[in-house]
């Protein structure tokens, strides 16, 4: 009887496209992205933002415009919580060592390292969204990840996910998370006003959040406290400085592409910075070399010597942010064009194994 069930529903299944509604905020605006369904291919994808942070009723009215003619559709949220992170750990008593837990909801990956982010934040977003609901919070570690899995499992480097306000940051080695850190620009009447010739001057700014990714909300229950890390299973969905010097080590970076094409792609087309553009970029660079100067300094942390870091660009990075990176930390950088809302997506379909 349960395998006759079994069947007929996947029947019923296959004769309804699947509606997959990815929603994204910014500072001020709500970005959703669309893809339709059918049978395992993209039928229709459109982007469409709008100037609020709340649901609206022109939301509601345009996401029912597409969900009406279908009982499958699904919709997931970029976390953007303040209180998220991820751990070198899926332990819960060395996750205490890092961070207190305790009004968190969080899940370990693959037996390999954990993410988490606030319950409460959890809360109001199921709340503000409860017309449409909510199947999956993505967190930003885990698009990070994903984006960048054919170097997470390669070697050792610094991977760094820009978005306008926020820096999503994470060294990886071997596909082992070493550190892990979610940072937040100041705000614009906050920031200070630098220009190219006081840089030198300039103190590092400050670090605004410290150990801060897909949850599926039909595992969570905000009522409930969390009794141990294992609960809640698995998702579904880098070497010293000697090393780096042999020439069998540096060949190890061409796995996936030749390093002279990186860099040339890394240097591509980056726009030449404006005075915001300047500020901001110097935020991103001051917050980044604070995260690996705690990478380094801090015991907690298994550190190793950086050369490389992989920047996954959401917002069009000026060459600023790479010539500071270059010539005042010595890294080689490499960046990669992002488009943060179908990388969202491509979790959304993993877990839904489409």
């Not at 009887?1 to 699947?18: H, N, P, Q, T």
């Not at 630098?194 to 150990?211: A, N, Y």
Request: net charge negative; charged share 35%; hydrophobic share 35%.
């Amino acid at each position: 009887m349960w395998g006759r069930f079994v069947v007929f529903s996947r029947i019923l299944e296959a004769l309804y496209d699947k509606v997959l509604i990815n929603i994204i905020h910014k500072e001020t605006q709500t970005l959703f992205y669309i893809e339709v369904i059918s049978k395992k291919e993209v039928k229709k994808s459109l982007y469409k933002e709008f100037d609020s942070l709340s649901f609206t009723s022109e939301m509601k009215d345009f996401v029912e415009g597409y969900i009406k003619q279908t009982p499958y559709w699904y919709v997931s949220f970029l976390d953007t919580s303040s209180l998220q992170g991820a751990l070198p750990t899926c332990s819960k008593t060395e996750a205490s060592r890092y961070v207190d837990l305790q009004d968190c909801e969080y899940k370990c990956y693959e037996g390999r390292w954990s993410f988490y982010t606030s319950r409460s934040d959890i809360y109001v977003l199921e709340k503000n969204y409860s017309e449409i609901g909510v199947d999956f919070v993505f967190s930003p570690f885990l698009v990070l990840h994903n984006f960048f899995k054919d170097k997470v499992s390669s070697y050792i480097a610094l991977y760094v996910l820009v978005q306008e306000e926020t820096l999503v940051l994470s060294v990886f080695e071997n596909d082992t998370l070493l550190y892990a850190n979610y940072m937040e620009l100041e705000k614009e009447h906050e920031s200070m006003s630098l220009t190219s010739e006081g840089l030198d001057d300039v103190d590092e700014l400050e670090d605004i959040s410290f150990d801060d990714d897909s949850i599926d909300l039909e595992d969570i229950d905000v009522d409930d406290q969390i009794e141990s890390i294992e609960d809640f299973g698995e998702i579904e969905d880098l070497g010293d400085i000697e090393d780096l010097d042999a020439l069998e080590d540096i060949e190890q970076f061409s796995d996936h592409k030749d390093i002279e094409e990186e860099l040339l792609e890394s240097g591509d087309k980056l726009s030449e910075g404006n005075g915001d553009n300047f500020t901001k970029d110097f935020q991103r660079f001051s917050l980044i070399e604070r995260a690996v100067g705690d990478f380094y300094e801090d015991e907690r942390y298994k550190s190793q010597f950086l050369e490389n870091i992989y920047i996954a660009d959401t917002i069009g990075v000026s060459n600023d942010l790479k010539k500071y990176l270059e010539e005042e930390m010595f890294f080689n950088v490499y960046i990669r064009k992002m488009d943060i809302a179908t990388e969202l997506c491509s979790l959304v379909k993993e877990e839904l194994k489409i």
